[in-house]
């Protein structure tokens, strides 16, 4: 039964609901081991949360802990911003947000435990929704807000209501919320308040699952499920029905003999669940050659370290110092010298990082582009991941393009340029930079990298510097290809002097275009040709490009145009639909401007009049608006918990519940 309790506190209405029976579930012919009872403890609060599971001895001893977490901020609050006017806020502290912890149902013990910075509204809620699929079933699962941790739920809040959670989509953005729930199964508890001011606690108790007493069929799947028992979100790894295999291998590609003798280079530290997806994908991979594959363990954990046994990929451990990007930087550092070190007669090393997710097609790319690495000296780089990648935009999946960049997600450097690096690289442990954008300011030059125009590589993890909005933006909505084999046909393109000539033959046949670039359909509602806009592009007191009349058309078009990145000497080449190319030039910085067709003056936003400047921000801000005017409305309506009891009746409740 349904016990349904609401308390008044002040002016806020607290909610709980308490489900007074689990049922485990298990495979016919199980055998296992005697319930166990236990008492769940747990609050959330402007300062924090805490969460306690006991057990009560059998003996009269005395309540034994199983499970203690809390977290709690002692110094005096700052002003909250519950709902930042910038898309590229970073988080508050470390530590508010919304904290998931995930217990063994059989034992209580944490497997899992994360904080998601839902205080801010942008990204992050796609990084919980992929961690929630990759849980087990039947783990026990706790939610709880710390500080602030409902405003960015998002889209996250229906993955949550559909399995099992009532209030989730009714909670304004300053709500305290707790939800304790099996995955695949029933809520536990769940409570929840409105206002930030005041707090909420939960209290109950539920049997643990009893003990399964499995068979294996070897040791490896016995270690397989030892590991599983400890560590959550390993996905199809630890799937009960039908788990992915333990030791897969890659399939072959053929005329790839370039690969033999090219290391692949991870560099992972204490994320296993982002390490075994980008791991699990590369190997599906056709083309790997697993005696090349190694993978750079910064911080790091014994359940990494299994995982990377189990699956037999071989593994160096890196010693580290200092915090944060420092640490990182000299982690980088350490990564180059490693690959230097142990792969100097190698043409060239292939990077990824742990969060990266692998297309079917990386290696047959990797074939492909890394001979014009080796052969230009003017490109420093073969990177899989596709910049300025827009899901607005058209792109094919044969065509590769050069243009400046870093290295970005999945990329290959040759040995000379590491060699080259690492003369340069820093060593003091005081050096707070991202090491690849010190590379793109200090080793590259005027060198460029080759990418794909249809992505090989995905971003899709969330770290200390993941801004939210540009994860959701630009990162995640990257399309890769799912194929395997597909044949580059631009290859003779991409060496310097080709490049040119392409270009400036696509520059002399395309047709000059006007207007507000931002308008729906301004570049796509054309008749099939090659098309160019022209805007203004200077440089200022400190011969820095002033990109802003460029990043207002990439907001406009949803590509990364925060820098120079992604540009061949001042002009982008892109395509609207099948059919339709346009290339966007910066003038008078391009050397290409000469080719200009004259008479057509530069778009500046700064020249426009105070209506269509005010016209061209609304809509570049368009996808920022919608989404924080949304949140805007529930934050300033108090009556979402309200709304929960509004003309329902018990027999509702008990459907959505079961």
């Not at 006991?54 to 003996?59: C, I, L």
């Not at 037999?312 to 451990?317: D, G, H, I, P, Q």
Request: with cysteine.
């Amino acid at each position: 039964p349904l016990i349904l309790l609401m308390m008044r506190m002040l002016i806020t209405t607290a909610a709980v609901y308490v489900r007074d029976e689990i049922f485990w579930e298990y495979p016919q012919n199980s055998t296992f081991n005697s319930h166990r009872q236990v008492w769940l403890i747990g609050n959330s609060t402007q300062d924090g949360y805490g969460f306690t599971l006991t057990e009560t001895s059998k003996d009269g001893s005395g309540d034994r802990v199983l499970t203690s977490v809390r977290r709690n901020f002692t110094e005096t609050p700052f002003e909250k911003v519950m709902v930042p006017n910038s898309p590229y806020t970073k988080a508050t502290r470390p530590g508010e947000g919304l904290e998931m912890t995930v217990l063994n149902p059989n034992k209580g013990k944490i497997t899992f435990k994360k904080t998601f910075p839902l205080g801010l509204i942008w990204g992050h809620y796609l990084d919980l929704e992929w961690h929630i699929s990759r849980l087990q079933e039947r783990s026990i699962v706790v939610l709880q807000v710390c500080v602030t941790g409902t405003v960015g739920l998002r889209d996250a809040a229906a993955t949550l209501q559909n399995l099992g959670s009532v209030m989730v989509t009714h909670l304004p953005p300053k709500a305290h919320w707790v939800w304790i729930f099996i995955k695949g199964g029933r809520t536990v508890l769940e409570s929840a308040i409105i206002n930030s001011e005041n707090s909420v606690y939960i209290h109950g108790s539920m049997l643990l699952a009893p003990e399964m007493q499995k068979t294996f069929s070897s040791n490896l799947e016995r270690e397989r499920w030892e590991l599983c028992q400890t560590q959550e979100g390993l996905g199809a790894f630890c799937r009960e029905d039908d788990p992915a295999p333990v030791r897969p291998q890659s399939p072959p590609l053929p005329y790839s003999d370039i690969l033999d003798n090219i290391p692949v280079l991870v560099t992972g530290g204490n994320r296993p669940q982002y390490l075994y997806e980008t791991i699990s994908t590369l190997i599906a991979s056709s083309g790997l050659r697993h005696n090349m594959l190694e993978v750079l363990l910064g911080d790091t954990s014994l359940s990494t370290i299994k995982l990377l046994e189990l699956m037999n990929v071989r593994y160096t451990l890196i010693p580290l110092y200092g915090k944060g990007n420092s640490k990182l930087f000299q982690y980088y550092r350490a990564a180059y010298q490693h690959g230097a070190d142990f792969y100097q007669s190698s043409p060239a090393a292939i990077f990824l990082d742990e969060d990266i997710e692998v297309s079917p097609d990386f290696f047959s790319l990797m074939n492909q582009i890394i001979p014009l690495l080796v052969l230009d000296p003017t490109l420093y780089c073969a990177t899989a991941h596709a910049g300025g990648t827009s899901p607005n935009l058209y792109a094919r999946k044969d065509k590769i393009k050069r243009a400046a960049s870093q290295v970005l997600w999945g990329y290959a450097l040759t040995m000379s340029f590491i060699n080259d690096a690492l003369i340069k690289w820093p060593t003091n442990r005081k050096y707070d930079v991202l090491y690849d954008l010190w590379l793109y300011d200090n080793v590259v030059g005027n060198r460029e990298c080759v990418y794909p125009e249809v992505s090989r590589t995905k971003h899709f993890g969330a770290g200390i510097n993941t801004l939210g909005y540009v994860l959701e933006r630009f990162f995640l909505p990257v399309k890769l290809v799912k194929e395997v084999g597909v044949q580059i046909s631009n290859l003779h393109h991409i060496q310097l002097p080709n490049w040119r000539r392409f270009i400036i033959s696509e520059l002399e046949k395309a047709i000059p275009i006007t207007g507000n670039p931002c308008d729906t359909g301004f570049f796509s509602n054309r008749p099939n040709g090659t098309y160019i806009f022209y805007y203004s592009l200077e440089l200022d007191d400190d011969d820095m490009y002033i990109i802003d009349n460029y990043f207002r058309i990439g907001e406009c078009l949803q590509f990364w145009a925060q820098n120079d990145q992604g540009w061949h000497d001042a002009v982008s080449v892109l395509r609207a639909k099948p059919g339709v190319d346009f290339y966007l030039m910066g003038v008078p910085i391009s050397s290409y401007t000469r080719y200009a067709k004259p008479g057509y003056k530069p778009w500046d936003q700064h020249q426009l009049s105070y209506e269509e400047q005010q016209k061209v921000k609304v809509q570049s801000m368009a996808y920022f608006s919608n989404i924080y005017n949304s949140i805007i409305v529930k934050e300033n309506n108090p009556t979402y918990i309200y709304d929960l009891f509004r003309n329902t009746t018990h027999t509702d409740y008990n459907k959505r519940l079961s």
